[in-house]
């Protein structure tokens, strides 16, 4: 079956400092990979979506200096958040699909980011 | 611009009764609509994705039917389970080239005993 595993699921960083993440799809082509927030108490905030030979999207308030993402290959994609503080807390979720025409999303078990 | 709402924040009932978990979209395109579960501490799974054939999708004794008319696809459930108490959300997803996924802000569904 499909399934993405997410990696570190918890991490606890200094305000200022940065956090890298990494997703990796198994048994599927990870054509497109999304990369979500969820913030204590909120919904799935989209940060970027990323598809394979094109740009990376953006979100509004949301910038590549800050969330830079990678997305080599079909099977893996990384984001790190840089200079983190407290409003970036929360739990990021690495979406990841092989569109078609579905638009599913297999999620991955989530990074929490914790900033003190 | 594309958006999912749930209306919904908390819905508490007890067990054995019927479940209904309102959604409602807006969308400029023919979108594919989704129900994902969030159990506590885990990550969020797909329960239902709609069709583009008017079947009625079920999964685990949950159903969504796609009305285009009133642009909804609610959840239900004839009978709730303890097990059933969970986070949901609603999703879409565009037609269009943008392969994009938006969430509502999801139900919380608490079944009582």
């Known amino acids: 079956g499909a399934l993405v595993y997410q990696y570190p699921r918890r991490t606890i960083c200094k305000s200022g400092t940065s956090m890298r993440m990494e997703c990796q799809a198994v048994g599927f082509q990870a054509t497109s990979v999304a990369w979500y927030r969820q913030s204590p108490q909120k919904t799935f905030e989209l940060i970027a979506l990323?598809?394979?030979?094109?740009?990376?999207?953006?979100e509004q308030n949301f910038t590549q200096e800050k969330f830079p993402i990678s997305h080599p290959n079909l099977s893996f994609s990384s984001m790190t958040v840089l200079n983190a503080y407290l409003e970036d807390r929360g739990l990021y979720l690495c979406?990841?699909?092989?569109?078609?025409?579905?638009?599913?999303?297999?999620f991955g078990e989530g990074s929490k980011l914790t900033v003190l | 611009g594309d958006s999912v709402t749930q209306t919904e924040g908390l819905v508490t009932l007890t067990e054995g009764l019927p479940v209904m978990l309102n959604c409602t979209y807006q969308s400029t395109y023919s979108p594919f609509l989704f129900w994902y579960v969030q159990h506590l501490n885990e990550a969020p799974k797909l329960l239902l994705k709609?069709?583009?054939?008017?079947k009625r999708p079920e999964h685990q004794g949950f159903h969504a039917t796609l009305h285009k008319s009133s642009s909804s696809f609610h959840l239900q459930k004839s009978s709730a389970q303890l097990s059933d108490s969970a986070l949901y959300y609603c999703?879409?997803?565009?037609?269009?080239?943008?392969?994009?996924?938006?969430f509502g802000t999801g139900t919380r569904l608490q079944v009582l005993p």
């Open positions: 979406g990841a699909g092989d569109w078609g025409n579905t638009g599913q999303l297999y």
């Open positions: 999703a879409l997803s565009l037609s269009s080239n943008t392969n994009k996924v938006v």
């Open positions: 990323s598809t394979v030979n094109s740009a990376i999207k953006y």
């Open positions: 709609s069709f583009t054939d008017n």
